[in-house]
């Protein structure tokens, strides 16, 4: 036991458990501790906004596999962390927010930045640690860390402000990270006579390969079974895009090749997969989902178990550890799919070879309205935009995407060879993500090169953080698809609301000359031959300490919608609005 400081225990706290950065604003509610960051070692970022803190808490935490951390004023500061907090949820990120809270001698006074900030984190964290006394500041802390590192999931630590002051006594506990095992062994036995029966086995690698960091055993078990591999949704760095059996994600605006493959399966291994309704929804016209294989799923968390799907063998465990038993108990053993070894491969390329024939045609989008403004309205196709970006990204590329129509499409384009490199809004599916998520990523990665995929609608609300960027020293590069539109909502009134577009429309000035204002550097492209080159460059800059923003100006052409199940016709009943149908 130490005499210090409650401040001075929640530093050595965060040090022990590897803390090296802190994104947040600057406050007087948590100043006593910000004040001795620097020498235990950990570096303090301020951003621009505190959403963006903790998209950048996210980030970090997901390209370095350790906890990102986010910090903020009292009350609005940290009402502000919300969307983010929800975001890294759904990303499985572990995140630790920090939230100073008015002081224990005014609460519930209505004072100035009051508001009871428990209630606004509770079903967006795992764990919520409240500090009632200031002695518990260490031991509250480390539960925070551990809780969220072992839950792969946001925690928060909930301090009054007048609680990092006075004496204390106390010992700084260590990290506590808990082991993953296999699973059962009977479940075990189990999966592994599925997939020794199996004629046709396709194994989905899902984001828990990526965070058991099980790239490699998935690779192993694929190639013993010589399966087809397909990405789960938004997870298109849990299995390298250039090895044989590769498919491709599922989901939106996904893989067809993929897709295909996964019709033909007998037996289906999600392997760190919650297979969630948007990755398994039907696609390109196709309702993939094999109505008669039997399937096998595994999940670090018992409630994503039989959750989505209806399974035949449920496996808790780690991924990596999952892979590498399952491995060793098909082995030596003969299996069914040996037989169809050559015709399944010849299968796979064929299939995967049309794929890339089609998208290499797919020039623009094929809809009465797009061929409309494809025409008309000026500006480069998407689709050929996204084909160039896809040959220029450098190969250990960090790849940021927000939520919109030309960056779902996107999901298409995104081949990676290294896990760790693809990071989606995932299922909260917020925009603003993109932009402050890859600075995140690249404080923890600072030698990758950093991209961020955005609309120019999503960019509004996060391209403040380019100031973050150039105040810190942060190169990133931000390609900004400029179509002037809330493209993904303005495909819903195109196929649902006669093209009303009420609201959707943007017109905007030009986002690389505002990039110029902020100090970084700032490029409009008009020409498909200028694509490549101008991310090549921004890329190379990033060696340089340069921020780049690339404006690409694109047609109003729009990809298929989310889910054509989401809307229905209009219905209108009063005379005045019938004309709305």
């Not at 790239?215 to 250039?242: G, M, T």
């Not at 220029?392 to 940021?400: D, E, F, K, T």
């Not at 939520?403 to 603003?432: D, H, K, T, W």
């Not at 889910?563 to 209009?570: E, G, N, V, W």
């Amino acid at each position: 036991m130490k005499r210090m400081t409650p401040s001075e225990a929640l530093v050595e706290t965060m040090a022990a458990h590897g803390v090296t950065n802190v994104f947040g604003i600057v406050g007087s509610a948590f100043m006593d501790a910000l004040d001795i960051f620097e020498p235990a070692g950990i570096r303090f970022i301020p951003t621009v906004h505190e959403q963006g803190s903790a998209h950048m808490a996210d980030g970090y935490s997901r390209v370095t596999g350790r906890h990102g951390v986010c910090v903020a004023q009292n009350g609005p500061g940290i009402t502000n962390f919300v969307t983010g907090i929800a975001a890294a949820y759904w990303a499985h990120s572990p995140v630790v927010a920090i939230t100073p809270e008015t002081g224990t001698n005014s609460q519930g006074l209505g004072g100035f930045q009051e508001t009871e900030q428990l209630p606004y984190f509770e079903k967006i964290t795992k764990y919520q640690g409240h500090l009632s006394r200031s002695d518990r500041m260490a031991e509250i802390a480390a539960r925070c860390f551990n809780r969220a590192i072992n839950e792969n999931a946001p925690t928060q630590l909930n301090i009054p402000r007048d609680l990092f002051y006075g004496e204390i006594e106390c010992e700084i506990p260590g990290p506590k990270v808990i082991e993953r095992g296999a699973g059962g062994e009977r479940e075990l036995d189990r999966a592994a006579d599925l997939l020794a029966e199996a004629r046709f086995p396709v194994i989905i690698s899902g984001g828990g390969v990526v965070m058991s960091d099980g790239v490699a055993e998935c690779i192993a078990l694929a190639e013993r079974l010589s399966a087809p591999v397909v990405n789960s949704y938004l997870h298109n760095d849990s299995f390298p895009a250039s090895h044989k059996l590769w498919a491709g994600p599922l989901g939106y605006q996904g893989s067809k090749a993929g897709m295909q493959l996964m019709e033909k399966a007998d037996v289906v291994l999600a392997l760190g997969s919650r297979l969630g309704p948007f990755g398994t929804l039907p696609q390109h016209g196709l309702d993939y989902w094999p109505k008669d294989a039997r399937i096998i799923q595994v999940d670090v968390n018992p409630d994503m178990l039989g959750l989505v799907k209806n399974t035949d063998v449920d496996l808790l465990g780690d991924a990596a550890s999952v892979a590498r038993a399952l491995l060793a108990r098909l082995k030596d053993r003969k299996l069914a799919c040996d037989a169809s070894r050559d015709e399944r491969l010849g299968t796979i390329e064929t299939t995967k070879a049309q794929w890339e024939k089609e998208l290499d045609s797919w020039s623009h989008e094929r809809d009465d309205w797009s061929l409309k403004v494809a025409d008309s309205d000026g500006g480069l196709h998407p689709r050929q935009v996204l084909r160039e970006l896809e040959k220029a990204m450098p190969g250990n590329a960090m790849v940021s995407t927000d939520i919109g129509n030309i960056c779902s499409v996107s999901n298409s384009y995104l081949r990676f060879e290294q896990p760790r490199s693809f990071f989606a809004a995932m299922s909260f599916g917020n925009c603003g993500y993109a932009l402050p998520a890859i600075i995140g990523c690249k404080v923890g990665a600072p030698d990758r090169p950093a991209v961020a995929y955005v609309g120019d609608g999503a960019w509004a609300m996060s391209m403040v953080e380019i100031l973050t960027c150039v105040r810190e020293n942060i190169p990133v590069t931000a390609v900004v698809f400029n179509n002037r539109q809330w493209g993904a909502e303005k495909k819903n009134q195109v196929d649902y609301y006669g093209e009303r577009f009420v609201g959707s429309n943007l017109n905007s000035p030009s986002w690389a000359g505002i990039a110029r204002s902020m100090g970084a550097e700032g490029v409009t492209v008009d020409k498909l031959d200028d694509v490549g080159g101008a991310l090549a460059a921004a890329c190379k800059a990033q060696q340089e300490g340069k921020t780049t923003v690339i404006e690409i100006n694109v047609s109003r052409e729009l990809g298929d919608p989310f889910r054509r199940d989401a809307l229905k016709h209009p219905k209108r009943l009063l005379d005045k609005y019938k004309k709305y149908m």
